[in-house]
């Protein structure tokens, strides 16, 4: 009896076992990224060995499957993310947190053309910023974001007008005088850098730099300075519609203030040392006694500049996707006001992209960004020292005068009144009244675009073709108002441009495994490029009323108009791309591009680009299996050729031209430019050797050595006189650029719900001229005082040197060529300083903390061993204007004694262009810090209404570290005399989805 009663007892719980094993629950969750604690969107939740049971987040996160054993085992990935597997053990609730992939050598990303790929499998250098350091932008121009976030990339902007386009260089400058800035990619088609500026940073879901010839050469044209591919955000297939709106205003300020300048009491008494007598001038001893006694002290930065300039921002999106299509579209507003007066723009965008799957064989689709853009621009923010440039005149201006007229009240206390349009103290106009009376607008309408259409006919074989447009109108108006200088007699100027570029691209790409570890995929493609510019322009003068505005109000033609431009290009390239993959290990492509310009000779108009790379998976063998703190670890070599085409037009053609000269009393016309028909591309050959790795799961390293040599240089050259031409264009130099790129990401460990990276970068470049024209070993371009010679860097200064000031008489001294102090000054005496215009360090550094919804990431940027000229002191430590405007406080301290030791030199001693003027201009800038919150989705799933709610902070500029005594060391100019700085940021904002 009681074996029986064991056994059923037995049996019972067998039941009982069995029963709870097949019993099947509902299950659902939110999916989140460790980092931050936002949702995330598109992840696949999937029962493990079933092909039917899965499910897949939405925008926040949610996920739901029914119906599935209470033992199973849920399996959750996702592109960007590592993958996870979670025991259900009988729950219906579970969440689940994802660890983002940090490790770049399994994200995918898109090389060329054709379909992405594995960093872990790319034999080349590329670097892909992602859409959270790109997203809520403070600026117009979402490139800014990308200063400091990738070795071997510098990014700069040389003003703070709000439309200022960003400029980028990858690894040195290539050319001297060809361009060096990269070919910019959007979504697959070719984009002039401007782009950025029509771009809602919100709208980009990545941007990856290519920096070697593996990864470059496959554009061959225009691809020597390396390449920018930038990819909009897109929907996802059987995705629900989500909407996302955000908003966001901020205000900006200029970066550095100004140079410590004289006070009025100080600007009297340096004048009077300088010449006992300078009261005794009429009306001198009145101006100091009014401005003393009433205590004024103009600080013309605060009159012209303004502080808290704002700026405010909105975009909506949707976006979705059903069984067979996806979508995006969105629309977005911006307006920013500059610092500057009459600084400003205004900004309307829309991006709309459609991909379908019409049938199992066809897809086809397409992607538009259009933008609206109204400028203000000051048009004097260069270097310029004019009575228009507000950056030069704030600091030329007497500190005892009033911008305002004022009166004297019987107590002696001043009323101020109106602004003063004209200083009779300087005899000039006001710089604010000058702009006033010359708006100046610019509008820009840009379309951007393209449609594919992509058939797969048999397994493995994909043929696409793609039609883009890249285009713009622009005009820009500008009046003079007859009044003030123009009184009696206005102008009313319009100027009309067009530049469109037709891409016309077709591949086939055939992707083939076998034997079970081996890959290959062949790609081959066709692709034309016509591009048009037009433009035109008129203008009248006689206008005579402030009212009339337009050009038919205006009588009489202005000189040099009406002005017509036409200029037509067209590029022709055949190319293809072979790649070997074995078990994800052994890796080999090489690619070839043949190029047809009609910038280039009919003799000389077709180059041949290619490259071959490898790359070692070493991680993969098995005698480091057993290294469990090798996660990953890969060696990689490429080298190969790219072309770089940027010049002017027709420069190969001997154009006509007309002559200043009479002849019989009419205009004479001859041969303008000589032409060359044997002018080609410009070669740069790049080798590149790498290494990867990820250690101790949370450590990666990426270190890039490179070489590059720019052969065939494009230049301009001296002709001699004999020829009736001063210059002409030719192939003619060589220069090298060798350098390493490093990066480094640590995930530091934390407890759970918390996450603290840290990450750096650097790139180290050095530059040589190898050789010049006709076996010289050096050139002087006349009267600027530029020197290339062979065995030194391009923009190395070239420059006389400062010996110091003479302590008996405080004369100026400089070293002459024989290295011995002379007081006597002279170009002759120029030599190399090893101080150069061009960084060649250049890096930066982020710290990433999350904190269940809180986010904080802060980005450094920073450049070492850059100088610049800083023109600005030339005139504001330089006597001989200080009666003419004010001067910088140092020059208190000019020698005045015998015996006295200083660097300002005497009075009597002229100021010249030498190295006392040269500063070094390297800093370290905080580029960016954000700070978001998102709210926790329990709160989202009791409002029924919202997916997410994200609040966020953004400062730009807010640190700036440097020696530079200029306005802002950002600027790549090797001279900055009144340039507009960049500005000082801050930026609150919501994000809202739905």
Do not use: C
Request: negative net charge; without cysteine.
């Amino acid at each position: 009896m009681k074996k029986a009663k064991l056994l059923l007892a037995a049996l019972a719980f067998a039941a009982s076992a069995l029963f709870a094993s097949a019993q099947n629950v509902n299950v659902s969750g939110v999916v989140s990224d460790s980092e931050t604690g936002e949702p995330v969107m598109g992840a696949v939740v999937q029962l493990q060995g079933s092909t039917t049971k899965y499910s897949m987040t939405d925008m926040g996160g949610n996920y739901t499957l029914n119906s599935v054993p209470a033992d199973g085992t849920l399996v959750v990935s996702i592109l960007g993310y590592e993958g996870a597997e979670v025991k259900l053990n009988g729950r219906t609730r579970v969440d689940i947190i994802l660890a983002p992939d940090v490790e770049m050598l399994t994200d995918a990303i898109v090389l060329g053309y054709g379909s992405a790929k594995k960093i872990s499998s790319i034999t080349g250098s590329a670097t892909t910023v992602g859409a959270k350091l790109l997203q809520n932008a403070p600026t117009a121009s979402v490139g800014d974001a990308l200063q400091g976030q990738i070795a071997g990339l510098q990014v700069w902007s040389n003003s703070g007008e709000p439309s200022e386009t960003i400029s980028m260089r990858i690894r040195g400058v290539n050319s001297i005088n060809a361009g060096t800035e990269p070919l910019f990619v959007l979504d697959g088609s070719p984009v002039p850098s401007s782009i950025f500026t029509a771009l809602n940073a919100n709208d980009i879901e990545n941007i990856t730099v290519m920096k070697d010839a593996s990864a470059t050469a496959i554009y061959g044209s225009r691809a020597a300075n390396g390449v920018v591919f930038i990819t909009t955000k897109t929907g996802r297939t059987g995705e629900k519609p989500t909407i996302v709106v955000r908003g966001q205003y901020g205000v900006s300020n200029m970066i550095r203030h100004q140079i410590p300048l004289l006070s009025s009491e100080q600007w009297f008494d340096f004048n009077e040392m300088l010449d006992p007598t300078f009261l005794d001038q009429p009306g001198r001893a009145a101006q100091k006694d009014f401005a003393l006694d009433h205590n004024i002290n103009t600080d013309w930065f605060k009159y012209f500049f303004s502080d808290n300039a704002p700026t405010w921002q909105a975009d909506a999106s949707y976006s979705g996707g059903t069984e067979t299509s996806d979508y995006y579209v969105s629309f977005g507003a911006l307006s920013q006001e500059g610092n500057a007066p009459f600084s400003d723009m205004t900004r309307v965008s829309m991006l709309a992209k459609l991909n379908t799957q019409i049938t199992s064989w066809f897809k086809t689709g397409f992607s538009f960004n259009l933008a609206y853009q109204d400028l203000n621009t000051t048009g004097f923010s260069g270097t310029a020292n004019s009575p228009y440039n507000p950056m030069f005149m704030a600091s030329q201006m007497y500190p005892w005068m009033s911008p305002y007229e004022y009166t004297v009240n019987p107590d002696g206390s001043l009323t101020y009144g109106n602004r003063r349009e004209y200083f009779d103290e300087m005899g000039m106009y006001n710089t604010v009244y000058l702009q006033e009376i010359q708006p100046a607008t610019t509008n820009y309408l840009r379309l951007s675009g393209n449609i594919y259409e992509q058939i797969t006919p048999v397994k493995g074989l994909v043929l696409r073709a793609v039609q883009a447009l890249n285009g713009n109108d622009r005009r820009i108006s500008q009046t003079a108002y007859p009044t003030g200088p123009f009184e009696g007699s206005g102008t009313a100027n319009e100027n009309f441009s067009r530049y469109y570029q037709f891409t016309f691209t077709n591949t086939a790409e055939y992707t083939i495994d076998f034997l079970e570890d081996h890959n290959i995929t062949a790609l081959i493609g066709q692709e034309s490029i016509v591009s048009k510019t037009e433009g035109f322009g008129v203008a009248m003068d006689g206008i005579s009323d402030n009212r009339m505005y337009q050009i038919s109000d205006g009588t009489v033609l202005a000189d040099g108009y009406p002005t017509r431009t036409l200029s037509d290009e067209s590029y022709n390239s055949f190319f293809g791309r072979l790649s070997y993959n074995y078990n994800d290990t052994y890796l080999f492509d090489a690619s070839f591009r043949r190029d047809g310009s009609s910038l280039f000779g009919s003799n000389r108009r077709w180059a041949n680009f290619w490259s071959v790379g490898g790359r070692w998976n070493i991680s993969n063998e098995s005698f480091l299996e057993d290294v469990a703190w090798i996660d990953a670890l890969a060696l990689k070599a490429s080298y190969g050729t790219t072309g770089n085409s940027s010049i002017d037009n027709y420069l190969s053609y001997g154009r006509v031209g007309n002559y200043s000269l009479l002849y019989d009393g009419k205009t004479a016309w001859g041969l303008g430019d000589p032409g060359n028909n044997d002018l080609t591309w410009e070669v740069v050959k790049n080798l590149n050797i790498g290494v990867s790795a990820r250690l101790f799961g949370s450590l990666n390293l990426d270190v890039d050595f490179y070489n590059k040599v720019t052969s065939d240089m494009l230049m301009e050259i001296p002709f001699s006189l004999t020829t009736g031409h001063d210059s002409g264009w030719g192939n003619v130099a060589d220069m090298l650029n060798r350098g390493v790129d490093f990066e480094i990401s640590y995930d530091i460990p934390m407890p759970r719900d918390f996450y603290l990276n840290v990450s750096a970068n650097f790139n180290y470049n050095h530059n040589e001229i190898l050789s010049l024209f006709d076996g010289r070993d050096y050139f002087e371009y006349p009267n600027t005082g530029i020197r290339l010679e062979v065995g030194h860097a391009y923009g190395e200064y070239y420059i006389p040197k400062s010996a110091g000031v003479d302590p008996r008489d405080g004369m100026q001294m400089w070293y002459d060529k024989d290295g011995n102090k002379t007081k006597q000054f002279s170009n002759d005496y120029s030599v190399f300083t090893g101080k150069q215009q061009f960084a060649p360090w250049a890096g930066g550094f982020n710290l990433t903390f999350g904190w269940k919804g809180l986010s904080v990431g802060a980005q450094f940027a920073w450049v070492a061993g850059k100088w610049t000229l800083n023109n600005d002191r030339y005139f504001l430590t330089n006597p001989a204007f200080s009666v003419d405007g004010n001067l910088a406080a140092e020059m208190l301290d000019m020698w005045t004694t015998p015996g006295q030791v200083t660097d300002i030199p005497s009075y009597e001693s002229e100021r010249q262009f030498d190295d006392t003027l040269l500063e070094d201009s390297s800093f370290l800038r905080l580029k960016n810090l954000q700070v978001s919150y998102t709210l926790p989705q329990d709160w989202m799933r009791k409002s029924g209404f919202f997916q997410s709610v994200r609040v966020f902070a953004v400062g730009r500029n807010l640190l700036t570290f440097t020696k530079y005594t200029g306005f802002d060391p950002e600027s790549d100019s090797n001279l900055q005399l009144g340039r507009y700085p960049n500005s000082k940021q801050y930026t609150f904002g919501v994000e809202l989805t739905f």
